[in-house]
C-alpha cells in the first residue's frame, strides 16, 4: 500500500517533485517508478534514460541528493528521500506529505518550515546524500596551498580530512556538505546548483565565440584568466633590448577584482550564471547578486563596509589571498586605472544585478608594462641601495612602472622573506612614511 513514506507513479515526470519536496519536508521516504497505483508492476523501459534524468533534476531543481536504485529485474526505479534538516521548497512553494497525499504546507506547518529554513542563509544549507568523497581533492590542495602562502591559515591547521576541514570553514554542518561548500570543491558544482558555472564570450555585432568556465569555484578564477588571455584578450608586446615586455589593455587588478567580485557576490539561488562579455572596446562582467537592501550605486561607490552577498564565500576568497581587504573591491577596481589615458570603469546595479564595464588602455600613447620578476629583482636591489632608503612609490619610479604593480610589490615581499631587505618602520607596515633598506 502506498503510505507517507512510501508512492509509486508509472512513469517518471519532473512534476513528481512534488512529491519528493514533501517527503524531505517530512520524515522522509521513499518514490517507486515503474510501479501502477494498484500496486501492478510495470517497470520503466528507459532505465538508463530515466535514471540519469533524475539525478540531474533533483539536485538543481531540489539541491538535495537522494539515493537512486535500479532493480533490474523489474524495472522499478526507487528515489529514497532522507528528511532535509533545513526545508526545502520546490518552484517556490513547500510542500509536506499528510497520509499518503502530497500538499502545499499552509498555516502553522508553513511556518514551522520558514522558521527553520530562515535560521541558514540559502548557500549554507546543507545538501542531502552529498559526500565527502565525491569533492574534488585537487581543488581542496590548491585552497590549502593558497591559504598557506597568503599567511591566513597555519599550516598546522591544514592538516586534517577533507571532513574536518570543511567543517573547520563551515561549509558543513558537522554531517552534510553546505551548498558554499559544493560550489567550491565539487568538480561538477553545475550538476547540484543550475547555472552556476561561468559564460565567456565574444561579441562582434552577433556572438563570434564562446566558453562555458566550470568545475570547482576555488580554481575557477585562474581558469577563467588563462582562457580570457589565451583565447579572448591580446597582450601588447614590445622589447626593450632584449627583454621581452607585455602589456595588457585591460588593468590585471581590475580585471582580477572585477572577477572576484562577480563570483563572491552572485546570487546562486537564482541559477544563472555569471557572464563576460568581450567587445572590441570593452570589457563587462555581469552577476546577479546586485545590491544590499536598501543601498544605491553611490554607497558602493563611496566609503562603505562590506556587506558580502555570501559571507561565507568571501570568507573562502579572503583565506585564499584573492580578497585583499574586504569593502574595498569597487576601489581597487578604480585605482587599477590610475595613470592611464582609459576611462574609468563603469558600474551599473539594481537589487537582482551588478555589472562593472572596464575600457582598454590605448597603446599609442600610454602603455602599461608588465614586468617579469627576473628584470625587476636586481633593479629594485639597486635602487634601494643606491638610495639607502627607498619608499615603494620611489622604486617603482625608479624602475618606470605605476605604483599600482603587484609585480613589484610581490618582488619586494619576496626580499623581505629571503632577508635581503627590511622594513624602516616594522611595527607600522602601512604607514605612509614605510621606506625599505638593505639588511646588514
Known amino acids: 500500500m502506498e503510505s507517507q513514506n512510501e508512492e509509486w507513479k508509472r512513469d517518471w515526470k519532473p512534476g513528481y517533485l512534488k512529491e519528493i519536496c514533501g517527503m524531505a519536508n517530512t520524515n522522509g521516504g521513499v518514490l517507486k517508478i515503474g510501479i501502477e497505483d494498484d500496486g501492478k508492476i510495470v517497470g520503466v523501459k528507459d532505465l538508463k534514460g530515466t535514471m540519469k534524468s533524475i539525478s540531474d533534476t533533483i539536485p538543481q531543481t531540489l539541491g538535495i541528493i537522494p539515493t537512486v536504485e535500479c532493480d533490474e529485474n523489474t524495472g522499478v526505479i526507487s528515489i529514497i528521500v532522507e528528511k532535509a534538516e533545513i526545508p526545502v521548497d520546490y518552484d517556490g512553494r513547500f510542500y509536506i506529505r499528510i497520509g499518503n497525499t502530497t500538499q502545499i504546507a499552509k498555516g502553522r506547518a508553513f511556518d514551522r518550515l520558514v522558521q527553520r529554513r530562515s535560521e541558514t542563509d540559502w548557500i549554507d544549507q546543507p545538501v542531502i546524500g552529498l559526500a565527502y568523497t565525491d569533492l574534488d581533492d585537487e581543488a581542496i590542495e590548491f585552497f590549502k596551498t593558497r591559504s598557506t602562502k597568503a599567511g591566513l591559515i597555519e599550516e598546522r591547521n591544514l592538516v586534517c580530512s577533507n571532513e ?105 539561488a537564482a541559477r544563472n550564471p555569471v557572464t563576460i562579455m568581450i567587445k572590441d572596446d570593452e570589457l563587462s562582467i555581469h552577476d546577479n547578486g546586485g545590491l544590499p537592501i536598501g543601498w544605491s550605486i553611490d554607497n558602493l561607490l563611496g566609503e562603505h563596509r562590506s556587506k558580502p552577498s555570501n559571507p561565507t564565500l568571501a570568507d573562502i576568497f579572503f583565506r585564499m589571498g584573492y580578497v585583499e581587504s574586504w569593502g574595498r573591491g569597487i576601489e581597487r577596481i578604480i585605482e587599477g586605472y590610475e595613470g592611464t589615458n582609459a576611462k574609468l570603469p563603469e558600474f551599473e546595479a539594481s537589487d537582482y544585478h551588478f555589472l562593472v564595464t572596464l575600457s582598454p588602455i590605448s597603446f599609442e600613447s600610454n602603455v602599461r608594462l608588465v614586468v617579469t620578476p627576473e628584470d625587476v629583482t636586481s633593479k629594485v636591489c639597486k635602487i634601494i641601495s643606491d638610495k639607502g632608503e627607498a619608499s615603494f612609490r620611489e622604486i617603482c619610479s625608479g624602475i618606470d612602472v605605476s605604483n599600482r604593480d603587484n609585480t613589484v610589490r610581490k618582488i619586494i615581499k619576496e626580499l623581505e622573506s629571503k632577508g635581503i631587505v627590511e622594513k624602516t618602520l616594522p611595527n607600522t607596515p602601512r604607514s605612509r612614511n614605510q621606506k625599505y633598506r638593505m639588511k646588514k
Open 164 to 268: 574536518e576541514l570543511l567543517h573547520r570553514l563551515k561549509l558543513s554542518d558537522g554531517k552534510n556538505i553546505t551548498r558554499a561548500g559544493a560550489l567550491l570543491f565539487h568538480p561538477h558544482p553545475e550538476d547540484i546548483i543550475q547555472g552556476s558555472f561561468t559564460k565567456v564570450g565574444k561579441f562582434d555585432s552577433d556572438l563570434v565565440s564562446h566558453d562555458i568556465v566550470s568545475g570547482p569555484l576555488a580554481t575557477r578564477l585562474d581558469r577563467i584568466i588563462d582562457i580570457l588571455y589565451t583565447k579572448y584578450i591580446s597582450r601588447h608586446v614590445t622589447y626593450e633590448g632584449m627583454t621581452r615586455v607585455e602589456a595588457s589593455p585591460y588593468p590585471d587588478q581590475s580585471l582580477r577584482e572585477s572577477l572576484v567580485n562577480a563570483l563572491v557576490h552572485n546570487d546562486y
